[in-house]
Nanobody, 121 residues
Framework: QVQLVESGGGLVQAGDSLRLSCAAS????????MGWFRQAPGKERESVAS????????YYADSVKGRFTVSRDSAKNTVYLQMNSLKPEDTAVYYC??????????????WGQGTQVTVSS
């Protein structure tokens, strides 16, 4: 069982930066693929970024490439999402999730409660 708690959301202006954190409980943090997702009002949840168990590989949605960076600190059981050059269209509730690959497909078993990010123009 893994519990995830996100923090770091807030209200910022376009062009600003935010860093989201996701603290994981338990001793098995290093076993999990970690992902960041977001859901804007009236839209489906979308994958934003992910990072493999030892941080060797990362994935980014095209919409955030070059602006967002995902990282993890195993000593702190925490995964981060550094968001730079924020745009109004980045406004959403951001969730972190812990999972694994099943037949090369990422599957997420545990989810945090979400943190709101609002970017004003």
């Amino acid at each position: 069982q893994v519990q995830l708690v996100e923090s770091g959301g807030g209200l910022v202006q376009a062009g600003d930066s935010l860093r989201l954190s996701c603290a994981a409980s338990g001793r098995t943090f290093n076993l999990y693929l970690m992902g960041w997702f977001r859901q804007a009002p009236g839209k489906e949840r979308e994958s934003v970024a992910s990072i493999t168990r030892i941080g060797a590989n990362t994935y980014y949605a095209d919409s955030v490439k070059g602006r967002f960076t995902v990282s993890r600190d195993s000593a702190k059981n925490t995964v981060y999402l550094q968001m730079n050059s924020l745009k109004p269209e980045d406004t959403a509730v951001y969730y972190c999730a812990a999972g694994r690959y099943a037949a090369a497909v990422p599957q997420y078993d545990y989810w945090g409660q979400g943190t709101q990010v609002t970017v004003s123009s």
